[in-house]
């Protein structure tokens, strides 16, 4: 082919086709602007291919088959011309012919117009973007998106995010047998403290929802580092999501990822986790004290998991961290409600006198006709694996897990409210949610489908929205499937109690008297 079979994908190997340095990676090509986030989508072109005719003469060495891709790229044997016009046109070789692989269909070409707009909207929403080479007739592309200054500062007013500023004050610290106790535990437990570099937990910066117009009030040091990763994130995907195309009325990314015109939509991580000589990240710094089984055994670094990956995603951690912990003595007291069980399992009466021989229990049949008696002790086993778990411990056992329950929700409490102060999430107000892709494309039919039909009563101005006569059948479908559900259940035990009974009935008539003396429904 005209380009090399050795093509690659400009962001994902730095190596050709002026790509980005591996050292820079996380950077556009300038390596100052930093990638918050990227998007990720297949592409086709149109392609022909050259190849000599059947009656032609043998090429000469260097006239070899050429591919000419859309953008002009071409390979050995491509004569290029220079048009009056400033345009380039492309002189084939002797005994070359043209096979036309056939046009794009309809699709791709409207996902292809799709993208553009979007980004042309991106852009003028004031977020940078910077495009792979698109050198293959098809392949996977991506596109880098970073936001300046002046749109993190727009967005952070508008979604009012809390930032810290220049006014900082002390946190008193816990006074008398609780601070020797706090003192105590911290030397205790520092080999099971993850190796990060700690925060001043003595004082805290006030914060307050982000004003351009008291810029002056914020500790801006580096307008490049002052919005950290999880926040540029934040703010880019908020503006991606409620970005529109005019095409389908798609409104977000949310909507164009599942019509296909993109892959995915992500942000980066923070460099690579191995290797011994690279720089220290947070990524491998949370790799090697936080993600690894090797280090099971500490305590997560939750202040360095809220910074890389968000408040929502460091509160599910501490609340894991918290449960696990809070599992550590209600398992310990699991294990000694077991262990007092196989102690006392000798002296359990009831247990002795079933799987003493010398009590001959004889117990009546299990069915009418064919089921012969049987001994007690034959189901001594049972009555011994039952102990194991079912004794007087397990009293304890059963009132200590509700006591369990609720001192971890107090705890929980405490440490929801404790982090939400440090975090600043205190009066946080709820993210909008935007429309499902689904309900848009429903929506989108409906007001297409009343285009048409035009009444006296009608009102242009009125927003449209989904009635309940749309939303009938949707829940007529739900109705209908949890029923069924239902029904196979109650189906499925009915089903396995009547199988139990005829096998229990067909057993009883068999000529084989072991097999009838071991009936049991």
């Not at 602007?33 to 009656?55: E, I, T």
């Not at 592309?141 to 995010?161: N, T």
Request: proline share 4%; hydrophobic share 35%.
């Amino acid at each position: 082919s005209c380009v090399s079979s050795q093509i690659i994908n400009n962001y994902l190997d730095g190596t050709q086709g002026g790509a980005v340095d591996s050292v820079s990676g996380m950077h556009f090509k300038d390596s100052k602007r930093k990638v918050d986030y990227v998007l990720a989508y297949h592409y086709r072109k149109r392609l022909a291919r050259h190849q000599p005719g059947a009656s032609s003469p043998e090429p000469m060495h260097g006239a070899a088959s050429v591919a000419v891709v859309s953008n002009g790229e071409t390979g050995k044997g491509c004569l290029e011309l220079q048009l009056d016009s400033g345009q380039r046109a492309l002189q084939e070789p002797p005994g070359a012919r043209v096979i036309e692989l056939g046009p794009l269909d309809v699709l791709e070409e409207e996902k292809r117009l799709q993208r553009e707009e979007y980004e042309r909207n991106l852009m003028a929403a004031g977020l940078e973007i910077e495009k792979d080479a698109e050198n293959k007739s098809q392949g996977l592309s991506f596109v880098r998106i970073h936001a300046p200054w002046q749109v993190l500062s727009r967005e952070a007013e508008l979604l009012k995010i809390k930032m810290p500023t220049k006014k900082m004050y002390e946190i008193k610290e816990e006074g008398g047998i609780l601070k020797k106790l706090n003192k105590i535990w911290c030397k205790l437990t520092e080999p099971l403290q993850p190796q990060v570099p700690q925060e001043n937990t003595t004082m805290k910066s006030l914060s307050y929802p982000f004003s351009r117009e008291k810029i002056y009030l914020y500790n801006i040091r580096d307008k490049d580092t002052f919005f950290d990763n999880a926040t540029r994130s934040r703010i880019v995907r908020e503006i991606l999501k409620r970005t529109s195309t005019k095409a389908r009325n798609s409104m977000g990314i949310s909507t164009l990822i599942a019509n296909n015109v993109y892959d995915a939509a992500y942000p980066l991580h923070d460099g690579e986790y191995e290797g011994q000589n690279d720089d220290m990240n947070e990524r491998k710094l949370l790799y090697r004290e936080w993600a690894r089984y090797g280090v099971f055994y500490k305590f997560q670094p939750i202040d360095l998991i809220r910074k890389y990956f968000g408040e929502k995603i460091g509160l599910y951690f501490a609340w894991l961290g918290l449960y696990t912990e809070f599992l550590i003595p209600s398992s310990v007291v699991g294990i000694f409600v077991f262990l007092y069980g196989c102690i006392t399992i000798e002296s359990d009466i009831p247990s002795k006198e079933m799987c003493d021989q010398r009590n001959a229990f004889t117990m009546c049949p299990l069915c009418d006709k064919f089921c012969d008696y049987w001994n007690l002790s034959s189901a001594c086993a049972t009555a011994r694996a039952s102990h194991l778990f079912d004794n007087p411990a397990t009293v304890f056992f059963s009132i200590f897990m509700a006591l369990w329950a609720t001192m971890f929700l107090e705890q929980w409490k405490r440490l929801q409210m404790r982090l939400s102060y440090f975090w600043d999430l205190t009066g946080l107000e709820e993210e909008e949610e935007h429309p499902r892709p689904e309900y848009e494309t429903k929506l989108l039919q409906k007001r297409l489908k009343n285009k048409n039909m035009t009444t006296e009563n009608s009102n242009e101005d009125e927003k449209d929205k989904l009635t309940w006569n749309d939303r009938m059948p949707g829940y007529a479908a739900n109705f209908g499937l949890i029923l069924f559900m239902i029904m196979l259940t109650f189906s499925a035990v009915f089903g396995v109690i009547i199988y139990r009974i005829t096998t229990a009935a067909a057993l009883s008539f068999s000529t084989n008297e072991t097999t009838r003396s071991n009936v049991r429904l």
